[in-house]
């Protein structure tokens, strides 16, 4: 089975641009979580997708936003980039997200000059 | 507000030691507690994972337990091997779906 596959792996951009990147979850998996990981504030929830409906979200700013497709494939917008977003994009799929096995992709990291 | 502590934050052993990586937290309403390897610059990959009414999983040279009275996992890792080299972050899943609460890691160099 295929694990959770992101795209694009690495990313260059510059202050006030924006980005979207993209998450594929396991066949099956209804839930994708993304997270940002940077080495001052290791891992921080961002929010949750289940079955298209945004359930949760971490404490980001607006410029942060998500959204869920009908096959469960995900993508996370920021806009007008800021040099703290540099980071390492993680999401995670679970079959229903309330308390099962989270898989995570391989990332996709930021620098934002 | 769940908050998750790892010490040590590194540690530095032998080939062939046997070792304990500590992780504690605050709030024991949980669903799960899953340990995860991180190799520099990769995302994370699964070790083990602990169900709320479980005290402890093992897989290969690694056990897990869960002791939530207290607040504490362990991560047990026996006969260490250099490719074991990475960080080592517990998560605890509870209260929100979808979300896990990660602790910042430890840093595990196991010298030949």
């Known amino acids: 089975k295929a694990g959770v596959t992101q795209t694009p792996r690495y990313l260059i951009k510059t202050r006030g641009q924006q980005v979207t990147l993209s998450c594929s979850p396991i066949s099956g998996h209804r839930s994708v979580s993304w997270y940002q990981q940077t080495p001052g504030q290791g891992l921080q929830f961002l929010f949750e997708?289940?079955?298209?409906?945004?359930?949760n979200k971490g404490n980001f700013p607006g410029r942060f936003s998500g959204r869920q497709f009908s096959n469960s494939r995900s993508e996370m917008n920021v806009s007008t980039l800021e040099l703290g977003d540099s980071a390492l994009y993680l999401c995670?799929?679970?079959?229903?997200?309330?308390?099962?096995?989270?898989?995570f992709g391989p990332g996709t990291r930021l620098l934002v000059l | 507000k769940q908050e998750v502590t790892q010490i040590p934050a590194a540690l530095s052993v032998p080939e062939g030691e046997n070792l304990v990586l500590n992780c504690s937290f605050t709030d024991s309403a949980i669903y799960n507690l899953q340990w995860f390897r991180q190799d520099p610059g990769k995302g994370l990959t699964s070790l083990l994972l602990i169900q709320s009414s479980q005290r402890e999983q093992t897989s290969g040279r690694l056990n897990a337990s869960l002791d939530k009275s207290s607040g504490r996992s362990t991560l047990y890792i026996a006969a260490s091997q250099p490719g074991d080299s990475a960080t080592y972050l517990c998560a605890l899943q509870g209260g929100i779906a979808g979300k896990s609460t990660f602790g910042d890691g430890t840093t595990l160099t196991v010298k030949p």
């Open positions: 995670a799929s679970s079959r229903q997200g309330d308390g099962g096995t989270q898989y």
């Open positions: 997708y289940f079955s298209e409906t945004q359930r």
